[in-house]
């Protein structure tokens, strides 16, 4: 059996016992006396709701610091920086991209852009051709078809030619600030991170009733990240907007081509590495939200899967010595409401059903929504450059806060998927239309 079939095994039979546990702890209470039904679910609740509201609430309502520049560093001392950016079909949006870093400010010599046309069956090499001509400090390579590993196989070989101490990660649809790397490296150099994540924004916010849910859920997962780190918890990339130090990833072990989430993959390893992640709220990256429910449905589970993914392949090394009490806690509480808590919740409602008994999850998706709403609030309603954050009425958190049960559909669906079906290593790339807003997005750089 060759080694990629024995991987999917492993994948496929911790998909399964995962499964099982999640619908035996859905269905077991509704077998027990009606007074003992909710006691689980009350227990982790009250334990899970006061860690969340430790980690996120009473963190989120702080304001964000914003990095200043360091007057000790001057600019011309920053380090080298390769932007990279892995682009397959992206006509419509690169040469918006390579033209918006030639707009970056930075030492001049010290940053160069490569992009990496995978394969592209569009105009993406003539348009990139044509920026060449342009722009010295663009490199451009070409991947074949079957040259395999998804994104990461690509990221993996622009990582063999690179020589900067920072590597920049952006999609093709990505746009910035004109100061964005003149305020983020230096905040990475101070704060002695490996790794930064900036926020990411939605440009396209106001487009649908979608599009603003996203605008509420990037928000939301800044505060929720924040506040993580800041008790002692663990902060993960999210692939757009990634900062890596690259003495840190190679010696993470690079980018891993055997998952279908880079950035979830990285953030695991960098962490067992020893390699601390930073979260950044302002300057934020800027890219574009899906416009309809079957972008949004495919691209959801590759997320899911991704995420279980790496929980299954690096679960033993996060139950080690490698990590502290602190960021065991941080991550069991992580997987449980993100996890866990949907599969449970759909064998809870089955248990209903087959018992005609009440529901008894409740009270745990009730702390797992109300810790949402209270980061879309509080996300939200601070000061932040880039594009406008939806307005917090009552009509639009209620929003925000119903969207998120896409999840409770999303992760029982992968979950069985993963367990029933051999995995498949494609990378499905998100259309990115580079269509601009209604109105300007100010650069505060630049104003």
Known sequence: MAAGDRSTDHRRGKSALFLIGCGWAGLSPHWLAESLRLIPALSLALLLGSYSLRTVLLQAFRPASPPSIDPS???????????????????????????????????????????????????????????????PFL????????????????????????????????????????????????????????????????????????????????????????????????????????????????????????????????????????????????????????????????????????????????????????LNGTQKLDLASFFLLQYVLPVVAIADLLGAVLTRTPPTIWPLSFVAFGLSGGAILAGCRRPCEGPALPAMNPWNLALGIAYLAHWFVVIPWTSLRMALLPKTLVWVKTMHLGEDEDTPIEDPATA
């Open 73 to 135: 560093h001057p600019p011309e001392s920053l380090p080298a920086v390769d932007v990279v950016v892995a682009a397959r079909d992206e006509q419509a949006v690169i040469g918006r991209l390579v033209e918006r870093i030639a707009q970056l400010r930075y030492p001049e010599g010290q940053l160069r852009l490569w992009v990496i046309d995978d394969a592209s069956r569009d105009r993406t090499p003539q348009v990139l051709a044509e920026l060449q001509e342009r722009h």
């Open 139 to 322: 490199q451009v390579l070409r991947r074949e078809p079957d040259a395999g590993g998804g994104k990461s196989g690509a990221l993996n070989l622009v990582l063999q030619q690179l020589q900067g101490r920072w590597m920049f990660v952006l999609d093709a649809d990505a746009d910035l600030q004109s100061d964005t790397l003149e305020r983020l490296i230096p905040y990475a150099e101070a704060g002695g991170w490996s790794a930064v994540q900036l926020r990411k924004a939605e440009v396209n916010a106001n487009a649908n009733w979608l599009t603003r849910a996203q605008a509420m859920e990037m928000a939301l997962d800044a505060v929720i990240q924040q506040g993580r780190l800041a008790v002692g918890g663990v902060a993960e990339l999210r692939g757009n907007g990634q900062l890596l130090r690259r003495d840190a990833l190679l010696s993470s072990g690079g980018f891993n081509e055997a998952t279908v989430t880079d950035d979830l993959d990285l953030s695991f390893r960098l962490l067992l590495d020893g390699q601390p992640i930073g979260i950044l709220w302002d300057p934020p990256v800027q890219e574009e939200a899906v416009l309809s429910l079957a972008p949004l449905w495919r691209q959801r589970q590759r997320w899911a899967e991704g995420g279980l993914q790496r929980f299954f392949d690096y679960g033993p090394g996060l139950l080690s010595d490698r």
